[in-house]
Structures are given as structure tokens and as C-alpha cells.
């Protein structure tokens, strides 16, 4: 059996972030270690007096990221909340991976994610198949959607068991 991984990745951001779907966890027991768990740099993160997962690490450009082991791909469902305090760039953006092959993201990413932010102020999904360089933007978002210096944002992806 395929082991799939959820994933956060975020780039030098404020995100404010809720998974629902068949896996949920919208923070209310105040953590991401206990049911469900979510691993990875859990030293930049915090569940904030909101219930709300947010990065809380340094302004210094880096990469960031929590993930959480599932084997749920067919006919799934991602809802996520977003607030950015910063108007994103195309050199300081959110990267949300939705799914990947592989648990850890410093390596070959195969995998779809959600990029919010770049040149034209989109959100836009990707699939990526081995390094960053390979992404492939396979729907692109409406310019200018987040080019505000605060942005908020309800995220839906929805995939089918026919690959839509």
C-alpha cells in the first residue's frame, strides 16, 4: 500500500491554517501533536488562543513545514483557512502540499499543492513531480487575487477518483 502525506509548507509567512475533510483537526484541543498528529518543524509552529495553526518563526527567509501521515487520495476533499499578514511575492509565497509520496520536502517532492501568492498575486495548484523546478501549474488563479497586505482566504480542492 501507497503511503500519501499531507503537508503545510510554508515560506517566511503568517498562516493561520484549518484542515477539515475526512481527516480533521481544527485545533480546539490547543495542539498538532495529538489526534491527529502532525510532524516535521514543530519548533516554528503554535496553536494560537484562536485554535488556529500559525507559524511562528523568525522574519528570515526559510522554508517551514508540518505533515501528516494519510492514505486518503480518492474522492477527497481540502478545506483550508489562510490569513497572511504581508502582501505574498513571487519571492515570498505559501506552498500548502496537499499530498505527496514522501514525508520529507527538503528532497524530490512527487505531489500536488496550493501555491498562494507569485509574480501575477495568485492561487494556483501544482503538481510537482521530483524537485520545485518540475512544478507544473495545472490551474491557474485569478491575477491579483492576494495582492493586498493582508490577505484571508477559504481554500477548496476537491479530487475525484477519476483524477478531476
Known amino acids: 500500500m501507497k503511503r500519501y502525506y499531507i503537508f503545510l509548507i510554508i515560506i517566511q509567512s503568517t498562516i493561520f491554517y484549518s484542515v477539515n475533510g475526512q481527516i480533521i483537526d481544527d485545533f480546539s484541543d490547543g495542539n498538532f501533536t495529538d489526534n491527529p498528529t502532525w510532524s516535521g518543524d514543530s519548533l516554528y509552529?503554535?496553536?494560537?488562543?484562536?485554535?488556529?495553526?500559525?507559524?511562528?518563526?523568525?522574519?528570515?527567509?526559510?522554508?517551514?513545514?508540518?505533515?501528516?501521515?494519510?492514505a486518503i487520495i480518492n474522492n477527497t476533499e481540502w478545506n483550508f483557512y489562510v490569513k497572511l499578514d504581508f502582501h505574498p511575492s513571487s519571492n515570498n509565497y505559501v506552498d500548502?502540499?496537499?499530498?505527496?509520496?514522501?514525508?520529507n520536502l527538503t528532497g524530490l517532492v512527487?505531489?500536488?499543492?496550493?501555491?498562494i501568492g507569485n509574480t501575477q498575486d495568485v492561487v494556483s495548484l501544482y503538481k510537482q513531480s521530483g524537485?520545485?523546478?518540475?512544478?507544473?501549474?495545472?490551474i491557474d488563479g485569478m491575477d491579483d487575487r492576494v495582492a493586498f497586505n493582508l490577505v484571508e482566504?477559504?481554500?477548496?480542492?476537491?479530487?475525484?477518483?477519476?483524477?478531476?
Open 153 to 164: 482566504l477559504n481554500v477548496k480542492v476537491t479530487k475525484s477518483s477519476g483524477n478531476n
Open 96 to 103: 500548502i502540499y496537499l499530498v505527496s509520496g514522501v514525508e
Open 131 to 138: 524537485d520545485k523546478a518540475s512544478s507544473i501549474k495545472i
Open 110 to 115: 512527487y505531489g500536488y499543492f496550493v501555491r
Open 45 to 70: 509552529f503554535i496553536v494560537n488562543p484562536n485554535d488556529q495553526l500559525q507559524l511562528n518563526a523568525s522574519s528570515i527567509a526559510g522554508k517551514s513545514y508540518l505533515s501528516m501521515l494519510n
